[in-house]
């Protein structure tokens, strides 16, 4: 998304000349919401019972904290509010940037925003986490890590059988991708008819989230992510012009508050779901890092977190913001007159 991002914004920059079709832009949110939904498994809802709690706390903090920074964001800058909001929402970049297209935000300081909060919270959380969990929690229990012992599905459906050749590959993905993205289509189409804030997406991850869940056969190969990545790229770069780029200088006070309170804010929700919600320290602090869900659940990996946890609170927490944060923009939005 990144590379197809940039090198929209260079061939716009220098000839002002990128244009991508609406039409494209909604393709791209049906799949990313199908993608999100594909993750919503059969394993994840029966695991929602023990992880009630630290989903709750991590979803309502991470919301809270977002419309905090939001509010202190129309403070200090001169964004228009929709920016503020979607700047400081605690979601995907590519989520909200593809929904900021629809509310009005600048698109190119709400990415901006959101990569410098991404790589911010990869480059310290890891070594923090090793420092706060050596010094506040040295006698930790590896046997303690685990409290929902969720392992990757592997069901025979999305395991591509040895020994196939070429044209029966072609077949086996086509056929097994063919059903998700319908179910994605079918129902962004309908959230986009309703006129719903945000509701191609919603209705996308709502239709295969539950097929998966009843079905266990979502899939969507890694090909077809990329290619969604590239478009979502290349629709958010169109809209970055050299006079915006010229104004990146204005993004560097509001993005290290937005990184430093993330942050702050990820300790704080870590401690609480370790207190009232009987997770280990470092599954609870990786859970709660403002950043993506395959990059925490790897890193925790390394350092003895529960990887499938601190995806799964991800995932919880992705689909959470998507559903609800929109809405909240929307309304905030219409109550400020500006929609």
Same mark, same amino acid.
């Given at each position: ?8 914004? !260079? ?6 000349? $990128?244009? &991508?079709? @609406?039409? =494209? #832009?909604? /393709?791209?949110?049906? +799949? ?86 991404? !790589? ?6 890891? $070594?923090? &986490?090793? @420092?706060? =969990? #050596?010094? /506040?929690?040295?006698? +930790? ?98 809209? @970055? ?99």
């Amino acid at each position: 998304m990144i590379g197809a991002l940039f090198g929209v914004v !260079v061939f716009n920059v220098f000839t002002e000349m $990128a244009v &991508f079709p @609406v039409e =494209v #832009k909604t /393709f791209s949110q049906m +799949i990313a919401g199908g993608f999100i939904g594909m993750s919503i498994t059969l394993e994840i809802i029966k695991a929602l019972r023990k992880l009630a709690i630290p989903s709750l706390v991590l979803c309502v903090g991470m919301i809270s904290t977002g419309l905090l920074i939001a509010w202190i964001l129309t403070k200090v800058t001169d964004f228009n509010l929709a920016t503020c909001l979607l700047s400081a929402a605690p979601g995907g970049m590519t989520d909200v940037s593809l929904i900021a297209l629809d509310m009005g935000g600048d698109v190119s300081i709400i990415v901006s925003m959101h990569i410098v909060r991404l !790589v911010g919270a990869l480059c310290v959380c890891p $070594a923090l &986490f090793k @420092v706060i =969990v #050596k010094r /506040f929690y040295p006698h +930790i229990d590896e046997a303690t890590h685990g409290d929902v012992d969720l392992k990757k599905r592997k069901h025979p459906f999305v395991i591509m059988p040895e020994g196939l050749g070429l044209g029966k590959k072609v077949w086996w993905l086509t056929s097994r991708n063919a059903i998700t993205i319908g179910l994605a289509l079918v129902g962004g189409t309908i959230g986009y008819f309703l006129g719903i804030p945000a509701g191609t997406m919603v209705f996308a991850m709502t239709a295969v989230g539950s097929f998966n869940i009843f079905t266990g056969r979502g899939y969507m190969s890694t090909p077809v992510r990329r290619f969604a990545q590239i478009i979502a790229g290349a629709t958010i770069g169109q809209n @970055v012009t050299r006079e915006a780029l010229m104004s990146m200088q204005r993004i560097i006070i509001p993005a290290l508050i937005l990184t430093v309170m993330y942050i702050a804010a990820s300790l704080l929700i870590a401690t609480l779901i370790i207190r009232f919600g009987k997770m280990d320290p470092l599954t609870a602090l990786f859970a709660s890092t403002p950043a993506g869900a395959s990059d925490m659940a790897l890193i925790a990996a390394d350092l003895g977190g529960n990887s499938p946890v601190v995806a799964m609170m991800h995932v919880i927490r992705l689909v959470t913001v998507i559903a609800l944060f929109p809405q909240i923009t929307y309304f905030i939005l219409v109550a400020n007159g500006q929609l």
